[in-house]
């Protein structure tokens, strides 16, 4: 029963324009500041195209997707699926996104209720096919726990605290494709995944994109798994979007210097695992008042960089950095 063929592929696309998200951080007994965890992110992501998102932990990655998907209210900007703009719906107006908007979450543990079985909790998505009667449902639960790599015999009577990390990964992705999305936010959704389980999860992935149209937001920290499955990819640091550009242009010819730190942590390319002036300093603090966020971390910093905001500028037909030494370093 190939359930994903029966969907016709979609033409939408979802667009991202200056999102912030702001919390409020006591630095003190009477007084709060803002933290900006999303700091005027924009992208564009067209049906059946794959957007690689890149960065270290707190950069904003997990935050920008709860915007996307209405999980929290943005202080500004906008998010437009298929022309609209959705980012101040109310639950009940948002519902009808909720099947085609999903989300494979980073900590599969806290994704799912602990009191719900694994196939209860992959049937709760489907009440909202309407069409479907109960064993028509309980049919889909079967063909995406098989497809994931779960014998459904085996596992739609476990709870999530009786699997492994990796058996509940691959049941979220399971969760959110099972609803035929039409975008899906995958955050880190093959960290817990042996290589081969890795492989045929992207494969997998990939083959469904292929058939549906789906689109795609892919977080990863192995960059190689990136380099494989995205299309574009957007470097992240701070909240903010500090390079963009084609996969190839990204990983072949890095111009921001934390993209170039990144690749050199991930050992991609000899020449960069020997060149010490591209290593990152240091951990992610944020940083306040200054002009570049990574200047207390960067190898080739001047006093400019300090006192100057960096804004994010094409430099090269669609190549996006936010340095003003892309260039020259």
């Not at 489907?126 to 015999?153: A, S």
């Not at 500090?242 to 111009?255: N, Q, T």
């Not at 591209?278 to 400019?304: F, H, M, P, W």
Request: glycine fraction near 6%.
């Amino acid at each position: 029963m190939d359930q994903s063929c029966q969907k016709e592929k979609s033409t939408k696309v979802l667009e991202i324009e200056n999102l912030v998200k702001e919390y409020l951080v006591k630095v003190s007994l009477v007084s709060k500041e803002p933290f900006r965890a999303v700091d005027r992110v924009s992208l564009k992501i067209p049906s059946g195209d794959t957007v690689g998102l890149v960065g270290e932990s707190g950069c904003g990655k997990s935050t920008l997707a709860k915007c996307i998907l209405n999980l929290t209210r943005v202080n500004s900007g906008k998010v437009i699926y298929d022309g609209e703009e959705i980012q101040n719906l109310s639950d009940s107006e948002f519902l009808p996104y909720r099947e085609k908007m999903q989300m494979v979450f980073q900590s599969p543990l806290y994704s799912f209720n602990p009191m719900m079985k694994v196939g209860q909790a992959l049937m709760d998505p489907l009440r909202m096919i309407r069409h479907l009667n109960h064993r028509e449902r309980e049919e889909m639960v079967e063909y995406y726990l098989n497809l994931v790599g779960l014998d459904p015999t085996e596992f739609v009577s476990k709870y999530p605290n009786e699997m492994s990390g990796g058996q509940l990964q691959r049941v979220g992705v399971a969760r959110a494709l099972a609803v035929e999305p039409e975008f899906v936010f995958l955050d880190e959704p093959t960290s817990a995944l042996d290589m081969s389980i890795r492989g045929q999860i992207v494969n997998l992935l990939l083959e469904l994109q292929e058939k549906q149209s789906v689109s795609y937001i892919f977080v990863s920290h192995d960059l190689r798994v990136v380099r494989y499955i995205a299309n574009r990819v957007f470097v992240m640091y701070l909240g903010e979007i500090v390079e963009s550009g084609s996969k190839e242009d990204v990983f072949e010819r890095p111009l921001h210097p934390y993209s170039r730190g990144l690749l050199t942590a991930t050992f991609l390319g000899s020449k960069r695992r020997t060149d010490k002036k591209i290593e990152i300093k240091g951990e992610v603090v944020q940083e306040t008042n200054v002009g570049c966020k990574l200047y207390n971390r960067c190898s080739y910093a001047k006093d400019r960089c300090k006192e100057e905001k960096q804004e994010l500028k094409d430099v090269e037909g669609g190549r996006l950095v936010r340095c003003w030494r892309a260039l020259e370093i």
